[in-house]
């Protein structure tokens, strides 16, 4: 399976883009692809730059979610929800209104966040925004990640062992589902 993975945040030490790398090196145990997406280039949506001919940086966004059988999201929590560069990617993946290539497509959703939470706050009003794009999001085990300035070794490794087997059972998870939503 080739699944677009896209993290929320764009620091270039965020913990969600490390999440995404463990989830990613666990996807590939499992024989799947989780191939991460940069969203940083991305302009601010306009539907006038929405036509037929459509910014470089929006038709590579495109084109991996055309292929691609899966979306895999790690985000961060702004303010008790998203981050804006994370709902600009899929304003702009989710046009035309509910025939986008957002639809129905399975969608894993992970957070790390510094505060105890784990960013659950993010979770619920990502699933919100996903609901609109008609995507349907893995439902069980959640996975979030808090503290997550503890759960990193010093490469950038998942070294909390616990953090890191429920996210290795989460993306286990997320795959079979993901195949049968296919
Ligand atoms: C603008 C802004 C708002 C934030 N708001 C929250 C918040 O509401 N809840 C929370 O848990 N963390 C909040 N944080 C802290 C982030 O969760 C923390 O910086 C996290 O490490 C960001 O993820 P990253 O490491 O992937 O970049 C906020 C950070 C920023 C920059």
């Not at 270039?12 to 999440?19: D, H, I, K, Y």
């Not at 539907?47 to 985000?75: C, M, N, W, Y």
């Not at 998203?82 to 304003?91: E, M, R, S, Y």
Request: aromatic share 8%; hydrophobic share 45%; with cysteine.
């Amino acid at each position: 399976m080739n699944i677009v993975a896209i993290s929320g945040s764009l620091r270039s030490a965020s913990w969600n883009t490390l999440l995404l790398k463990a989830a990613a090196k666990a996807a590939k145990a499992e024989g799947a692809e989780l191939n991460l997406l940069d969203i940083g280039e991305l302009p601010l949506y306009n539907s006038d730059l929405d036509g037929e001919v459509k910014p470089a940086a929006v038709s590579r966004l495109l084109a991996a979610l055309a292929q691609a059988d899966g979306l895999f999201i790690a985000t961060p929590e702004y303010n008790y929800s998203i981050p804006g560069v994370l709902k600009n990617a899929l304003d702009w993946a989710s046009r035309p209104a509910y025939q986008s290539l957002l639809v129905g497509k399975p969608c894993g959703l992970i957070s790390a966040s510094m505060s105890p939470l784990g960013g659950a706050r993010a979770q619920v009003h990502l699933r919100e925004v996903l609901a609109a794009t008609l995507t349907p999001v893995y439902l069980a085990p959640d996975y979030l990640l808090p503290l997550a300035q503890n759960a990193f070794d010093g490469a950038g490794a998942l070294s909390d062992a616990k953090a890191l087997e429920r996210l290795q059972r989460y993306v286990k998870g997320y795959l079979a589902w993901a195949k049968k939503c296919s």
